[in-house]
């Protein structure tokens, strides 16, 4: 969702455990489950491990680890074209990504995609919701067999939920941003909730929220969940989606590891290429998640 990376190779991931850095103590507030949790830990049986020994099963969730390490750190600093590329070259990507995140949640005290299921299936029947980002499409799993209209993005479709796309390039959904010299709402819309569940990755995130604005219907809802580390600065950031065309609704920031964002979208005047391009170039406003082995 990201430099051009190198070709993904476990091996480039192999370090020496004696040049590790010393952690410092982290306050409550501080703490990241990025930094915290042993990806290399078995959660049950490993992917692919049926029939090996236990040293090579250790082996090779440590290389499995490494690789998933380094897929991470790519997608996380540089932009969504080239992390579009590389897994288009090899969908292989996305498919060992989306495996080791599925093992880092499950040892999370909270998941923010569990919160979005139990919140967005209190919204009415009708109400028509964009996954950015989706992954596997857990919310549209949960929620279309209950009769919501959840409509799911991601760089690579791997199943039938998921439509493939770019999200910091073009969402294939209809929308407009208005007229020059104008303040509008745009036209066409037909989304009423727009959520990003850690899934604002690469350095064009910005674009993204532009998107996300650009498919809302006026007065629609924004929700945004991310590591709560990862922001530089969080009024910052507020500033930043507010500058797109939303207003901050509710920001919650009692959970020590995510902050969860609600911004509804509001009318705002036709902006001009190089005012754009000032807004989107604060990717930085948002720092790369780091998952460290212990």
């Known amino acids: 969702m990201i430099s051009h990376p190198m070709p993904l190779k476990p091996a480039a991931e192999r370090r020496d455990s004696s040049a590790r ?54 997608l996380y600093k540089t932009d969504s074209h080239e992390a579009q590329r590389m897994m288009q070259e090899d969908p292989a990507v996305f498919s060992e990504y989306h495996i ?65 796309a770019d999200i910091c390039n073009r969402v294939p959904l209809p929308g407009g941003e208005g ?28 674009t993204s929220v532009r998107e996300a604005w650009r498919i809302l219907k006026l007065d629609g809802d924004l929700k945004i969940a991310e590591v709560a580390s990862r922001f530089s600065e969080l009024d910052s950031f507020v500033s930043l989606v507010s500058s797109i065309g939303f207003k901050l609704k509710s920001k919650d920031t009692h959970n020590t590891h995510f902050t969860l964002l609600d911004f509804k979208k ?25 998952y460290k082995r212990r």
């Not at 104008?182 to 064009?204: A, I, P, R």
Request: proline letters at 5%.
């Open 179 to 206: 007229k020059e010299g104008e303040k509008s709402g745009g036209t066409g819309q037909v989304v009423d909730v727009v959520v990003f569940s850690l899934s604002l990755m690469g350095t064009n995130w910005p």
């Open 100 to 164: 080791g995140f599925r093992h880092q949640v499950q040892s999370w005290p909270t998941n923010p995609v569990d919160h979005y299921v139990s919140s967005l299936s209190k919204y009415p029947l009708k109400t028509v919701i964009a996954d950015l980002g989706c992954g596997d499409a857990a919310i549209a799993q949960n929620l279309v067999p209950k009769g919501m209209s959840v409509l799911s993005f991601d760089l690579i479709s791997n199943n039938s939920f998921v439509v493939a």
């Open 266 to 290: 509001v009318a705002r005047k036709f902006m001009t290429t190089d005012k754009w391009d000032s807004i989107l170039s604060k990717g930085d406003l948002l720092k790369p998640c780091e």
């Open 21 to 74: 850095p010393t952690k410092k103590a982290k306050t409550k507030h501080e703490s990241s489950p990025f930094e915290e949790i042993q990806i290399d830990e078995p959660l049950g049986e490993a992917e692919g491990s049926a029939g090996l020994t236990s040293l090579q099963k250790s082996m090779k969730q440590s290389l499995d680890g490494a690789r998933f390490r380094l897929i991470n750190e790519t």
